[in-house]
């Protein structure tokens, strides 16, 4: 009894493995609620190419951003003693955010910049521009005077592509450079899809202003720029980019400004108030041959009753005055302290004296028309 119960056991798994080899190896009909398996797909994902990136030409005027030292213990140093390949090298990583190229324009400190410069670099711009090769320029230029030039350009540039200023309050040679790291936000800035369109831009201190209301505020600390009645148009860091509200005043291809035939600007001269002013300097720059005089006034534009008689005397003989603000902020109004109307002046508004000059030497290009030219005054 004991070996008939073992044998059976024993037969049950081969009974149940035959049964299993006929069933595995008779072929199987699709059932009618089972679709058959897919078969895996041999194809692979497409990859997103990477966008392009924008091509930057970087044009150099010199400046302390190219300046060096004597010595990293001295504070003196030499504008413009590197040259643009010098300044593309020295910051590598540029390349990653754009496709550089660059020439040179001019190897100056900008405290000798002058109108020929001017003309010539805006002109280089517009054409630079015009090609389909170029997506924006960056300037690298000396701060002294970076304010003007850039405003001069804001309102001759005939492109809506980036342009944009840099410089730095330390030379190349200095012990911690303020230079590359600004150089490195103005491409990225310049390269960036939301500074096109609005105008003229300087970079510098990880801020972003626009050219109409930049200032230089410090002789020599790195945060010596700003745009005191509006503030920043965006900050950067490391190449990233916050963008405020854009500009609402005209600029490059909405102005109607253009240095395309001009060879050279009209003389329009800054004279500075003061308490117990003499009319002479104003009466020098008549007979100097000024076409237009900015008063940088005491308070709102005010200035000696002498100096007033004078400036009505030169305007009668035709030269533009405009009243600025020796002050660091504040609007010059009209008619507010001295009848504007009566003696055919022009209000600066929001311009300081070196702005209030530009677009007065721009504006004489077309008008000598106080009205005409308050009108310019009030749009750019």
């Not at 059976?8 to 006929?22: E, G, H, I, N």
């Not at 490195?184 to 960036?192: G, I």
Request: glycine fraction near 6%; include cysteine.
């Amino acid at each position: 009894m004991r070996a008939i119960h073992f044998r059976a056991l024993w037969t049950v798994p081969v009974v149940l493995c035959a049964l299993a080899s006929v069933l595995y190896a008779a072929p199987q009909a699709p059932s009618a609620q089972t679709a058959p398996a897919a078969k895996p797909s041999q194809e692979k994902p497409a990859q997103e190419k990477p966008a392009p990136r924008a091509r930057v030409r970087i044009l150099a005027t010199g400046g302390t951003i190219a300046g060096a030292q004597a010595s990293q213990t001295e504070y003196g140093y030499k504008s413009g003693t590197f040259k643009v390949e010098d300044l593309i090298s020295a910051v590598p990583s540029m390349k990653e955010l754009a496709t550089l190229s660059g020439e040179q324009v001019a190897n100056i400190g900008s405290q000798d910049m002058n109108d020929q410069i001017w003309l010539r670099l805006a002109n280089r711009v517009n054409e630079v521009l015009k090609s389909d090769d170029v997506d924006a320029v960056v300037i690298t230029h000396g701060t002294d005077t970076m304010e003007e030039t850039a405003y001069f350009l804001n309102l001759v540039v005939k492109s809506a592509k980036p342009v944009v200023l840099v410089g730095s309050m330390r030379p190349a040679t200095a012990v911690s450079a303020d230079g590359p790291a600004n150089l490195y936000n103005a491409v990225a800035v310049a390269a960036d899809p939301g500074a096109r369109g609005r105008g003229v831009l300087v970079v510098i201190n990880d801020e972003v202003h626009a050219a109409r209301n930049v200032e230089k505020m410090n002789t020599t600390n790195v945060e010596a720029f700003s745009s005191p009645e509006r503030g920043p148009q965006a900050l950067v860091h490391t190449g990233k980019i916050s963008w405020f509200q854009p500009m609402d005043k005209r600029n490059t291809v909405r102005s109607e400004f253009s240095v395309e035939e001009l060879q050279k600007l009209p003389r329009v001269d800054i004279l500075y108030a003061h308490a117990n002013m003499s009319p002479d300097l104003i009466d020098a720059a008549v007979r100097g041959g000024a076409k237009g005089i900015v008063m940088a006034g005491v308070g709102d534009g005010n200035m000696t009753e002498g100096a007033l008689a004078a400036l009505e005397r030169a305007r009668q003989k035709g030269v533009l005055v405009v009243r600025s603000t020796r002050l660091p902020t504040g609007m010059v109004l009209r008619n507010n302290e001295v009848n504007d109307d009566k003696s055919g002046f022009v209000a600066s508004g929001e311009f300081n004296p070196p702005k209030s000059r530009v677009l007065a030497q721009l504006a004489l290009t077309e008008t000598n028309d106080p009205k005409r030219v308050q009108q310019m005054f009030d749009m750019y």
